[in-house]
């Protein structure tokens, strides 16, 4: 009976921890499981092209976002709220009270010397003071406990004097608005004279210097011209040649146009006259037997007055036979108007004074007559003239103020109340806002607001209480109006306990475990990583080597090589892989091969070296294979040749010159080897099938022995091949042509030409396999053994080759 009990508690035991183990077991795997089926979820949504599809409301935009950053409520907040006394009932008026009510609502303060913060600070600190050793927790994993010896740590606290005194502003904006008093471009004013018309445009805040005016017949233009309206003149001035004709009478030039006179501007408001004249006027009078001819000016002068006891010239008359009756006396003539004659010596000019105020004397000359004035010529006819006044076109600017208000919206006692009256902290004063001055008596107001229940008035106490030592004291603000100090920043030396550090190391890589519970962290690489990789070099190599002459992309040229009875000259040359734009020239992609490509055809490096320049920052200057990158005005190597230049202006910009000798020196150790029976180009072409940059078209007979014109025996064959300046630009022509039906073209002639736009836009990269490219970019280990091998076949060579290494 006894034994029947045994065994009966035994299975009872074994049941029940054998189940709390599997149930315990069982969570842990079922939550393992949910998780790893929910990635499948999850890496659908990251592959979503945008948050919007798989998030309810998703927006980039919220309007929350123009509240990031400000201390307090906006203009345009406390305007909803004063809105809102209105509108009680309104949802949004109340939640925007509540929000206000709760921020004024006084809460009790939580010091740094609070039991939960001090408990939290104390863990933070040294976990296992409380938590007991970590080593449990990195399970799988190399533990070590350090302890840090007791030390001292410098504390920072804050102190405020006149605890919850704050200060809050209330600033203001003016936006400034224009206005013109006529509308730009418009012809706004008009004087006429019969079918003639004078109009000035509007165009505000020109100079007076250069207002603009047009003279009109009948409606139609005659022409355009500005007048200096800040300048005025006493006689009219020509300011538009309508037309040059010639004196029948002396041959002399005559000139048709607009002129103007009476020009002047007083404040905002101006005036002119324009006429319409021609320089003379030819006036004949008589038959054709009798016919005299005259010439006459449009305008005549008006001149100053002469002084007291003197006359002008055109009052004194010479007269060559005084006593009037001799035959063949020439006519009596006047002297000279402009000038101005007082009675001089015999000596001097003998006259008769034809106003009869003096005597037949002698006269000599005073002073020149000034211009003071004009007036129309009746002797040269009518002459059209428009008199315009006008208001001159002017922006006017007028400002808009706008207060905003940073200090709380407050409708009761709460938690802040203002101590002070508004002082002003800012004015008055004149700013330039958008190109207007603008002066207001004040362009902000401060106010004190004491705050009650938000600060603890002395942070330092508890550091000082627990045994720390002061050590600076500093003023980290100030009252902005009296310049008091309202909180210090106060340092301190406090001592700190031994602690206890668990550090881990040797942890598994692909396990993470929390107590007993592990997790498998591993994953699989992503296998469209390189599909990826290659696709996007594919467009950056497509935009980046773009012939804009052909609009064609990834095109490549024609390279071949000999194979003939004693030596063969189409091989591979391994040195060519390391011949990418990143080692040759510091820099840019290590997919490309520019510098490989033929000497005579520059626009692979020219592209390589654009894209280079653009994207890596340069500055000052490097060269490297005889291509030299200067900027902004570094001097370049002698002898070389500019290619590329990025501004017109001396000192600035991008310079890329090239000296050939440089190249040739650089490239001549790999192509010299490579040659040796070979000519350069087929030296190249085999760094080229180096680095598989080609592919292969056909080969073909390029000499034979011949008899009778017929070819018995062929002695030399040549290989055509297209090489690209990658490896990328080779996988895409090889798969892309076979997508499209587009040749190699024959062994003779092959087609190296590129895609066009339209044809690369038809080729279905998801089609083509990159394996060869994607396989490129992955490290390889060096091979030491086969490196060995090489290096002791070519001791050999180099020494019974005399020097040829190959």
């Given at each position: ?28 795997d ?86 939960a ?6 863990i ?14 990195y ?188 035959s ?5 003539v ?51 003239q ?19 208000s ?20 800012d ?10 001055a ?65 550090t ?20 699989a ?13 594919a ?30 000259c ?45 994207g ?18 570094t001097?370049?190597?002698a ?48 760094l ?33 091949k ?27 002639s ?7 736009v ?15 490219f994607?396989?490129?970019?992955v ?28």
């Amino acid at each position: 009976m006894n034994t029947k009990r045994l065994v009966v508690w035994l299975n009872i035991y074994a049941f029940l921890f054998t189940r709390i183990d599997v149930y315990a077991q069982s969570a842990h795997d079922q939550g393992t499981a949910a998780g790893t089926a929910a990635n499948t979820v999850i890496r659908g949504m990251v592959n979503t092209p945008s948050a919007t599809a798989v998030v309810p409301g998703y927006t980039t935009t919220p309007p929350e976002a123009a509240l990031a950053g400000k201390a307090s409520l906006g203009a345009d907040v406390n305007a909803k709220l004063a809105a809102c006394a209105t509108t009680p009932a309104d949802p949004n008026c109340q939640a925007l009270r509540n929000a206000v009510l709760s921020a004024n609502t006084p809460r009790p303060v939580v010091s740094p010397g609070d039991p939960a913060v001090v408990a939290a600070r104390n863990i933070a600190r040294n976990p296992s003071t409380d938590l007991g050793s970590l080593a449990a927790y990195y399970s799988g994993c190399t533990t070590s406990e350090v302890t840090t010896p007791a030390r001292n740590e410098t504390r920072t606290c804050a102190r405020y004097v006149g605890v919850g005194s704050y200060s809050c502003s209330n600033s203001l904006s003016v936006a400034v608005s224009r206005s013109t008093n006529c509308t730009p471009g418009d012809w706004f004013a008009h004087a006429g004279s019969g079918s003639t018309g004078l109009d000035v445009q509007c165009l505000p805040d020109r100079p007076v210097n250069q207002q603009h005016f047009r003279v009109t017949s009948s409606g139609s233009p005659l022409a355009f011209f500005d007048v200096d309206m800040a300048t005025s003149v006493v006689f009219p001035q020509i300011v538009a040649v309508l037309g040059t004709s010639y004196s029948w009478v002396d041959g002399s030039e005559i000139q048709s146009g607009v002129w103007v006179a009476d020009k002047s501007c007083s404040g905002s408001t101006c005036s002119l006259t324009a006429m319409l004249a021609d320089s003379q006027r030819d006036i004949c009078t008589g038959g054709s037997e009798s016919m005299t001819c005259t010439t006459e000016k449009p305008f005549l002068e008006v001149l100053s007055a002469c002084p007291a006891g003197t006359l002008s010239g055109d009052n004194l008359q010479i007269n060559p036979c005084w006593s009037g009756g001799e035959s063949g006396c020439p006519p009596p003539v006047f002297l000279d108007k402009k000038t101005c004659y007082q009675p001089g010596s015999p000596s001097d000019i003998y006259a008769q004074d034809m106003s009869f105020v003096f005597p037949d004397i002698y006269w000599r000359a005073q002073s020149a007559r000034s211009v003071i004035g004009w007036t129309p010529n009746p002797a040269y006819g009518p002459i059209p003239q428009m008199s315009l006044t006008y208001t001159r076109p002017a922006t006017s600017a007028t400002g808009a103020d706008t207060w905003s208000s940073q200090c709380p919206t407050l409708s009761g006692p709460g938690r802040c109340m203002p101590a002070s009256a508004p002082q002003c902290v800012d004015g008055p004063s004149t700013k330039i806002i958008d190109g207007v001055a603008v002066t207001r008596d004040c362009w902000e107001y401060r106010t004190t607001m004491s705050c009650s229940d938000t600060v603890t008035s002395d942070q330092c106490a508890p550091l000082a209480a627990t045994g720390c030592t002061p050590l600076s004291s500093t003023c980290a603000q100030t009252n902005a109006v009296s310049g008091a100090c309202e909180v210090y920043q106060d340092q301190y030396s406090c001592p700190m306990p031994a602690e206890t550090v668990t550090t881990a190391s040797s942890c598994p890589t692909n396990v993470f475990c929390l107590g007993s519970n592990c997790f498998n962290i591993g994953y699989a690489n992503d296998p469209d990583f390189g599909k990826s990789m290659s696709m996007l070099e594919a467009a950056r190599e497509a935009g980046v080597y773009l012939d804009t002459d052909r609009m064609q992309v990834f095109k490549g040229e024609d390279n071949r090589c000999r194979d003939r009875l004693l030596k063969n000259c189409c091989y591979s040359d391994g040195a060519g892989a390391g011949m990418t734009n990143q080692s040759v020239f510091g820099s840019g992609t290590r997919l490309v091969y520019d510098i490989l490509m033929n000497s005579e055809n520059r626009e692979f490096v020219m592209a390589g070296m654009s894209a280079l320049i653009t994207g890596a920052g340069f500055s000052g200057s490097f060269t490297s294979y005889g291509v030299t990158i200067a900027l902004n005005g570094t001097a370049l190597p002698a002898g070389s040749t500019v290619l590329y230049s990025s501004s017109a202006v001396a000192g600035e910009g991008v310079v890329i010159a090239f000296d050939p000798w440089s190249l040739v020196i650089a490239i001549v150790i790999y192509v010299i080897m490579s040659m040796m029976s070979c000519n350069e180009t087929e030296g190249r072409l085999a760094l080229q099938e180096g680095a598989r940059l080609c592919h292969s078209v056909g080969t073909y007979c390029s000499s034979c022995i011949r008899i009778l014109g017929h070819c018995v025996s062929c002695i030399e064959h040549t290989t055509s091949k297209c090489c690209f300046n990658s490896m990328l630009a080779r996988i895409v022509n090889e798969q892309g042509r076979a997508q499209i039906g587009k040749g190699w073209g024959g062994s003779n002639s092959p087609d190296c030409s590129g895609f066009t736009v339209s044809q690369l836009q038809s080729l279905n990269f998801a089609a083509m396999d990159f394996t060869e490219f994607y396989a490129s970019l992955v490290p390889k280990a060096l091979d030491v053994t086969a490196v060995q091998g090489s290096n002791a076949g070519r001791v050999n060579n180099c020494y019974f080759g005399q020097g040829r290494c190959n």
